[in-house]
């Protein structure tokens, strides 16, 4: 007797080890998937949104996964959407990755537990909405986990299958619009959010997105297209903004007829969604990016905010010191060698405002060129447009916090990059140690702050908490903001000169047209 009640004993410890040692198994809406744990975090790779968009579903809404039976192993990545590489020799080239046209999956990191409701955090990555994934090791979301919030990172359609407008798209959309579909991708992945993050612990009432670069592009018409209301909270913007001209839908259609006829060389609909996905992939003419097509969105995104019609949440958004370094600025060597060639083209660029353009970027000498031109790269491209979207968020009755990153890290081109477009990054996921740079105690000092600030937002819809410095939220008055430096501090009036200026000219500009 008392043999059987120890076999019993064992038994039960036996079966008690089985169940801790097996997968975590967590069931979605559309069936049971099986993650990992590494660090206490458990993580969960792979896992579809919607259903794979090839054949006829090429250049449609994203449609509902099919269910599964079983559990399906959720332990690595999916493969990246249909993209080139970057150039040899690119600072964002990377080693090459799975690619598929069967690429709509999303990845979870949390350290809580079904019922925890923890604030939960959507990155959409960039790449110029060509290029990118959502695997990329520095967006690994540990170290956020760690701090209290469930980290998800998704793929969409990138380049062509992303963005392409064409006449009959449009006549057979029954929304009568074509294009736009890689910011379908992102409203359904906040769709499957809203629906099953509650699974891994996560808060469907409190869902922050960000993203950098093009996926701050994503962001920021996240926040203006009516089909996102509802699915988020807040929203953070590093480095990317869409308040300058939007192609019309006549315009982006025009660009998918050329595309078809004379870069793919393929004359119907039929013909495009029956081609190879390599062959599209390799083409580059025609239209591959946003438009206002009467759907995602009904006006351009400047109007829509101009019209207070975004989603009302507060914004933490702002840019880097040095964005124009890696980008523009990597072809240095064809920028004017001389003053008069400098004068040239800059007369001939801004004409009755060059004066003014001349006190915002003053030139005295041929060593003043680069940095002049750089400035202006960053600041058109980059600077403004965060503002734009801190003073229009505010004007509307929404907290926005404003930042600018000028940190260098210690890449093997410091001198040349300095804080260079994208450098953030990794200080905002506390993924530094995925590089081989010799990074110091205020790297990973400034990687703490950033990160907190970062889930404190998410937590609350303010980034300030306890140890860190004070960040004001914008006002246009004293336009405050915070430099994420050596030091973390305050500023106010953030390149307000040469902002003022790129804004009236934009102003004049789009009077003019």
């Not at 990755?97 to 999303?106: G, Q, V």
């Amino acid at each position: 007797m008392m043999m059987n009640k120890l076999m019993v004993a064992a038994g039960v410890v036996m079966t008690f080890a089985l169940v801790s040692a097996a997968p975590d198994v967590v069931k979605i809406d559309s069936g049971q998937i099986a993650g990992t744990t590494a660090n206490g975090v458990r993580v969960f790779k792979g896992i579809p949104f919607a259903a794979p968009p090839v054949g006829a579903l090429r250049w449609k809404a994203p449609q509902p996964v099919a269910s599964w039976s079983g559990v399906k192993t959720a332990d690595t990545f999916a493969p990246q959407c249909m993209q080139e590489p970057y150039p040899e020799g690119s600072p964002y080239a990377r080693p090459p990755e799975p690619t598929s046209e069967d690429c709509l999956y999303l990845n979870v990191w949390t350290a809580a537990n079904a019922g925890d409701r923890k604030p939960v955090m959507v990155w959409i990555h960039g790449g110029a909405w060509t290029r990118g994934s959502g695997s990329i090791p520095a967006y690994d979301g540990t170290t956020l986990a760690k701090k209290g919030v469930v980290v998800v990172t998704t793929n969409y359609r990138l380049g062509v299958f992303g963005f392409l407008a064409h006449p009959e798209l449009t006549a057979e959309s029954p929304q009568h619009a074509s294009g736009n579909y890689a910011i379908l991708d992102h409203v359904a992945a906040l769709q499957w959010v809203q629906k099953n993050i509650a699974a891994f612990g996560g808060d469907p009432n409190r869902v922050t997105i960000f993203g950098e670069s093009a996926g701050s592009w994503s962001v920021n018409v996240l926040q203006a297209t009516p089909l996102a209301k509802g699915l988020f909270h807040r929203a953070i913007g590093e480095s990317g903004g869409q308040f300058a001209r939007i192609a019309s839908l006549a315009d982006a259609e025009r660009g998918g007829v050329t595309f078809a006829s004379s870069g793919a060389a393929l004359h119907s609909l039929a013909a495009l969604r029956a081609a190879p996905a390599e062959r599209l992939n390799t083409t580059h003419a025609g239209s591959t990016g946003l438009a206002v097509d009467g759907y995602v969105l009904p006006d351009t995104v400047r109007n829509l905010f101009t019209q207070k019609r975004q989603s009302p949440v507060p914004v933490l958004v702002g840019s880097n010191a040095n964005e124009w370094t890696t980008l523009g600025g990597l072809n240095r060597s064809q920028y004017p060698k001389t003053i008069d060639e400098y004068r040239k083209r800059v007369d001939a660029q801004y004409g009755d405002t060059v004066k003014e353009y001349d006190a915002a970027y003053p030139v005295k000498s041929e060593a003043d060129i680069a940095e002049a031109l750089l400035g202006v790269g960053r600041d058109t491209t980059f600077t403004l447009e965060m503002r734009t979207w801190a003073r229009l968020v505010t004007a509307a009755g929404q907290k926005a916090f404003l930042y600018q990153f000028t940190h260098v890290p210690p890449s093997p081109n410091a001198k040349t990059w300095g804080a260079y477009h994208a450098a953030e990054i990794p200080y905002v996921f506390g993924t530094l140690r995925t590089r081989s740079w010799p990074f110091t105690d205020v790297d990973f000092k400034l990687s703490e702050q950033m990160s907190s600030y970062w889930v404190d937002f998410a937590t609350t819809g303010d980034p300030n908490g306890k140890g860190l410095p004070r960040w004001a939220p914008y006002d246009p008055n004293a336009e405050p903001y915070l430099e994420l430096g050596d030091t973390v501090q305050q500023k106010n009036h953030l390149l307000k000169a040469q902002l003022d200026f790129l804004e009236q000219l934009q102003q004049r500009r789009r009077t003019s047209q």
